[in-house]
């Protein structure tokens, strides 16, 4: 399964991005799907996932208010909408389908496969 990630560039601190991620190779519909993120110099982390219907979401408590997950089974396709940016959002963002969740959150292994990400840039 490929997942492609597109939408990311260079924003003020202040302005929205919205992300995107097609799967090919398989239908997500029945996966719980999430983003991450990685920032320079630190590990890869969660930031929100949506269940298999849309009918849940959950977010890190860094975005939650600013950053909305949604998804298009019919297109194969998860979304972040990302509002009032902060240069702390700083980061190449991933998606991936959750290998398992514990306390609402995506957790993944080593062994997991990623995409090539999409590099998010804010200023100040």
């Known amino acids: 399964v490929q997942l492609v990630e597109s939408g990311g560039g260079l924003v003020q601190a202040g302005g929205s991005l919205r992300l995107s991620c097609v799967a090919s190779?398989?239908?997500?519909?029945?996966?719980?799907m999430g983003w991450f993120r990685q920032a320079p110099g630190k590990e890869r982390e969660f930031v929100a996932r949506?269940?298999?219907?849309?009918?849940?979401?959950h977010y890190t408590d860094s975005v939650k208010g600013r950053f909305t997950i949604s998804r298009d089974n019919a297109k194969n396709t998860v979304y972040l909408e990302m509002n009032n940016m902060k240069p702390e959002d700083t980061a190449v963002y991933y998606c991936?389908?959750?290998?398992?969740?514990?306390?609402?959150?995506?957790?993944?292994?080593?062994?997991?496969?990623w995409g090539q990400g999409t590099q998010v840039t804010v200023s100040s």
């Open positions: 190779g398989r239908w997500i519909k029945d996966l719980d």
């Open positions: 949506i269940t298999q219907d849309g009918d849940y979401t």
């Open positions: 991936n389908w959750c290998d398992t969740v514990a306390h609402y959150i995506c957790v993944m292994t080593p062994d997991d496969d």
